[in-house]
């Protein structure tokens, strides 16, 4: 079970907004930045969000990032059918000493 | 462009030890960036190793921390992660990757902007 909690799904129409949330505690997300990770079937993660609203270059503006308290979400604006995939949330845990992941959400678009 | 390649043995025994190797290319491991190890299950999903700086720093999951290390090779340009004393638990999909940096200057601690494909270790008697 992952300290950092998502819910294993989420789904919406294309040109929607989705967004998707990602639920920890004090010592991680309460202290420090969540960064976001996608995943395409068969291939490795890629990072789309870091420092919990950063976009690296070349990732669209339709994502952006906010957090709040111990929780922070994902949100996609615009959805479009190349957006289906897993994302994962990961921050520093100052308890565990760790960097720890999220246990993913699949996103479908209808 | 930076790309990284993984590479080691794909079958173990239990009390092995795992030792795969990340090539980089297009880039140096002598950098401002941290290099590390994550990997993935079906069950457990993905999972912090640990990573290095070149000549400086290393961090590791305190879960894995009696069995891991991380080495850097500048000869060679590559890292490399040990893990002694497996068991069928460790059978995952091993990707190496490059920490972010913000600015090309400022680590970003948890984020890796840079993946090999991965290599798939199984562990099994």
Redesign the interface.
């Known amino acids: 079970q992952s300290v950092l909690t998502q819910p294993p799904s989420a789904s919406g129409p294309p040109g929607q907004r989705v967004t998707i949330s990602c639920s920890g505690g004090r010592s991680n997300i309460g202290t420090n930045d969540v960064n976001w990770y996608q995943q395409l079937p068969g291939t490795a993660p890629k990072l789309v969000l870091y420092n919990t609203n950063q976009r690296p270059s070349g990732v669209p503006d339709r994502l952006s990032g906010s957090k709040s308290g111990t929780s922070a979400s994902l949100a996609i604006g615009g959805l479009q059918p190349e957006d289906e995939a897993d994302y994962y949330c990961a921050s520093w845990d100052d308890t565990l000493k760790g960097v720890i992941f999220g246990g993913g959400t699949k996103l479908t678009v209808l | 462009h930076v790309r990284l390649q993984e590479s080691g043995p794909r079958l173990l025994k239990p009390s092995d030890t795992l030792s795969l190797t990340c090539t980089v290319s297009g880039g140096s491991i002598i950098s401002l960036n941290w290099w590390g190890w994550?990997r993935q299950t079906p069950g457990a999903?993905?999972?912090?190793i640990g990573e290095a700086f070149y000549g400086g720093d290393s961090?590791?999951?305190?879960?894995l921390n009696s069995r891991v290390s991380i080495s850097m090779d500048k000869l060679y340009n590559r890292l490399s992660l040990s893990l002694v004393s497996v068991t069928a638990a460790d059978t995952a999909l091993y990707?190496c990757?490059r920490g972010?940096t913000?600015a090309g200057t400022t680590r970003?601690?948890?984020?890796?902007?840079i993946?090999?494909?991965?290599r798939m270790v199984v562990v099994s008697s």
Do not use: I, R, T
């Open positions: 994550v999903g993905l999972e912090w961090a590791y999951n305190p879960s990707y990757a972010a913000h970003v601690v948890g984020a890796f902007d993946w090999g494909q991965g």
